[in-house]
Nanobody, 123 residues
Framework: QVQLVESGGGLVQAGGSLRLSCAAS????????MGWFRQAPGKEREFVAV????????YYADSVKGRFTISRENAKNTVALQMNSLQPEDTAVYFC????????????????WGQGTQVTVSS
């Protein structure tokens, strides 16, 4: 069992930055790939980024590539998403999630989810 709690969301102007964090409980955190997803009002949940259990591999959605960076510290049971050059279209609730599959991009491949944190980017 893994419990996930996100933090770090907020309101930022276009071009600004935010850093999201996800704290995990559970002794098996290091055995899961960790992903970030987002969901805007009226839209489906979409993949943002994922990092493998060892942090040796990462994968990003094309829409955030070059602007967002995912990282993790297994010793601290945390995963982070550094978001730079934010744009209004990045506005959404951001979720972290844990998957038994390596570098999964489909929400259905994730076993555990956090409650989400709101990110709002003003133009």
């Amino acid at each position: 069992q893994v419990q996930l709690v996100e933090s770090g969301g907020g309101l930022v102007q276009a071009g600004g930055s935010l850093r999201l964090s996800c704290a995990a409980s559970g002794r098996t955190f290091s055995s899961y790939s960790m992903g970030w997803f987002r969901q805007a009002p009226g839209k489906e949940r979409e993949f943002v980024a994922v990092i493998s259990w060892s942090a040796g591999n990462t994968y990003y959605a094309d829409s955030v590539k070059g602007r967002f960076t995912i990282s993790r510290e297994n010793a601290k049971n945390t995963v982070a998403l550094q978001m730079n050059s934010l744009q209004p279209e990045d506005t959404a609730v951001y979720f972290c999630a844990a998957s038994r599959y390596i570098l999964a991009g489909n929400p259905s491949s994730y076993d555990y989810w956090g409650q989400g944190t709101q990110v709002t980017v003003s133009s």
